[in-house]
Structures are given as C-alpha cells and as structure tokens.
Antibody, heavy 122, light 106 residues
Framework: QITLKESGPTLVKPTQTLTLTCTFS??????????VGWIRQPPGKAPEWLAL???????RYSPSLRNRLTITKDTSKNQVVLIMTNMDPVDTATYYC??????????????WGQGILVSVSS | DIQMTQSPSTLSASVGDRVNITCRAS??????LAWYQQKPGRAPKLLLY???TLESGVPSRFSGSGSGTEFTLTIGSLQPDDFATYYC????????FGQGTKVEVK
C-alpha cells in the first residue's frame, strides 16, 4: 500500500525559505521511472505542479518557479524534500506530494499525501 | 507551457443526470490526459488516465474520451457522492491542471 505524508512549517514569514518533507512508504524511489512530485493548491483555486524527482535523480521544475525551487531525495529515509525560497503571501497554499508511477503504466499522479496548509504572513 | 481550459466552471445537476465536462488543451497532448475528483479538504483523487482508462476502483459510470486538444469526462448517472470539483490534467509536457469544474446540486 502506497502512502505519502507531508511535513513542515504551517506558517512562514515573507522572504523566508520554506522546507517541506514528503515521507513515503509502499514503493521504492530507487526504481528508474518512478517519481515523487510536489503540487500546491491555493485556497479555492486549481492545483499547480511545482517539481518532480525521479528514481535516477533526474529532476523537473515548473518553468515559472524554477529559480525558487530545489527538490532532493533521501532514498535511505524514503523522503523527498522541497525547498522554496523567497516566500510571499501569494504562496499561501496547501502543498501536496504525490507518487508518479513508471511511464509504461501510462498514468499520472495516482497516490497523494493529505497535504499541508502553509500560510505566508508577517 | 500547455494551458488547460475546462468548461463549464460550474455545473448544476440532479442525481441521475448524465454530466459532461469538457477540457481543451492549448496544444496537442495526444492522450496524456488525466481526470481528478476533489472534495473539500481532501487531496485530488485520480479517476481516469490516458484519456479513457479507468483507475482501479473507480465506478464505471465515469468515462473519458478525446485526444489531441479536446477531451470529455462523462458521468453516466450522477450519484450523491459525485458532487465535487473535477480537474483535468495534461502530462504530455510537464504537468498542468485545468481550472476546475464544480458539480453542484441543482
């Protein structure tokens, strides 16, 4: 059974750096083609994909946020970390991590964490 | 970037109704299109992928069609549990979501 859970601060100040951790179980991020992505959703708005890391350590970033994001993995701990710099109130959102199966399955993000609401305010 | 546009933004319907939601892509995504259902306070739930493949455990009243730039999600007979917001998502080039369609009680 695949599970994911996000952890990190729920309140950050403007200009601060946000560090979120996704702890997962039920799959290995050592497998080529398997990935873990981060998606955020501002209150009342649509989800927005941020970043994804594959089992071979290949990384993808949203072009509009690329210069603020860093994604890394620690396979020994079954964790993926997202770092977002220079936080602003418009970054207030629920942040989700999600499992992306191997491409041969033809599917997209199939398992999601419960999400963590991060507020940006002074 | 590939933009995804859904219509309508809100849909009022009754239990038993047949419901169609349309999703258009700004360029071809072939059949790399997924549909999600989201309820308040919950993470999105994958319903269909590759345009028309039903995710395991999803009721067969949900179906999808389309390729290229135009796609449709159909709920064959709306059930009480189906009142929610639906999102399309392309995964041909990175990942982009539509703005959502809220299915509400008529």
């Amino acid at each position: 059974q695949i599970t994911l859970k996000e952890s990190g601060p729920t309140l950050v100040k403007p200009t601060q750096t946000l560090t979120l951790t996704c702890t997962f179980s039920g799959f290995s991020l050592n497998t080529r083609g398997v990935g873990v992505g981060w998606i955020r959703q501002p209150p009342g708005k649509a989800p927005e994909w941020l970043a994804l890391i594959f089992g071979d350590d290949d990384k993808r970033y949203s072009p509009s946020l690329r210069n603020r994001l860093t994604i890394t993995k620690d396979t020994s701990k079954n964790q993926v970390v997202l770092i977002m710099t220079n936080m602003d109130p418009v970054d207030t959102a629920t942040y989700y991590c999600a499992h992306r199966p191997m491409a041969v399955t033809g599917t997209s993000f199939d398992y999601w964490g419960q999400g963590i609401l991060v507020s940006v305010s002074s | 970037d590939i933009q995804m546009t859904q219509s309508p933004s809100t849909l009022s319907a009754s239990v038993g109704d047949r419901v169609n939601i349309t999703c258009r892509a700004s360029q071809s995504v072939y059949t790399w299109l997924a549909w999600y259902q989201q309820k308040p306070g919950r993470a999105p739930k994958l319903l269909l992928y590759k345009s028309s493949t039903l995710e395991s455990g999803v009721p067969s009243r949900f179906s999808g069609s389309g390729s290229g730039t135009e796609f449709t999600l159909t709920i064959g007979s709306l059930q009480p549990d189906d009142f929610a917001t639906y999102y399309c998502q392309q995964y041909s080039s990175y990942w982009t979501f539509g703005q959502g369609t809220k299915v509400e009680v008529k």
